[in-house]
């Protein structure tokens, strides 16, 4: 069944420590997005990815970095100068032209600092 | 700028007591409103898309309906399984497919 895998689903990061988070995705969709959510708040978008080999940053952007060589793969690593990654990371892709479904997600990545 | 409103924040119901949910928007050119449920500790589900005015969606106990201004989300005689929080999207007027979401009801459905 074709779908969205991040992992891991749960993350726990020391101070000063980047992690990455995976997304992997065999829909063959071409754009992929990394979304933050809050208790309470709407889904923020962090990057997204129209095509391989290019980015663009999203509305939080500080603190994260991304990589997009494959089509199927958007890694998402938070750095050390993200002074606030507690929270939950979705990850989610779509055709180029949405319609229909728009985004399908992924079950989500929830990283905590320790 | 591009809003998207939803309300109530948190709407909780018993079961077989229909309601509402609201999801107000200022965007120019709409391209289309999308409607996602989302259980805890889980990813968006796709519920509904609506393209114009007038234009209703149903599925099971959710109809979807979309005027020029707002959408709603009507759920009848709601169960205990209907909980969870409802989203909506819209396009981006600058982005061919970037969607911007509202923050969500949180909707419970007591027995």
């Known amino acids: 069944d074709g779908g969205i895998t991040q992992s891991p689903k749960y993350l726990f990061r020391k101070e000063g420590q980047n992690v990455t988070l995976s997304c992997e995705q065999n829909?063959?969709?071409?754009?992929m997005y990394w979304y933050r959510q809050d208790p309470g708040q709407g889904l923020r978008l962090i990057y997204y990815?129209?095509?391989?080999?290019?980015?663009q940053k999203g509305d939080i952007a500080e603190g994260y970095s991304v990589s997009r060589e494959k089509k199927e793969s958007f890694p998402l690593t938070v750095t050390s100068a993200q002074k606030n990654p507690t929270a939950f990371y979705l990850c989610?892709?779509?055709?180029?032209?949405?319609?229909?479904?728009?985004?399908?997600f992924g079950s989500g990545t929830r990283l905590t600092v320790v | 700028e591009d809003q998207v409103t939803q309300s109530p924040e948190a709407l909780r119901l018993q079961e077989g007591e229909s309601s509402s949910l609201n999801c107000s928007y200022t965007v120019s050119g709409l391209r289309g409103l999308f409607w996602y449920r989302q259980d805890p500790g889980k990813g968006p589900e796709f519920l509904f898309t609506?393209?114009?005015a007038g234009e209703e969606k149903e599925k099971e106990r959710l109809k979807a309906t979309l005027t020029k201004k707002e959408s709603f989300l009507h759920i009848t005689a709601p169960k205990p399984e209907d909980s969870a929080t409802y989203l909506c999207a819209v396009p981006w007027a600058g982005g061919a497919n970037n969607l911007f979401f509202g923050t969500g009801t949180r909707l419970t459905v007591i027995p």
């Open positions: 829909l063959n969709h071409d754009a």
């Open positions: 989610a892709s779509t055709l180029r032209m949405a319609g229909g479904t728009g985004y399908t």
């Open positions: 609506l393209y114009s």
């Open positions: 990815s129209q095509i391989v080999n290019d980015f």
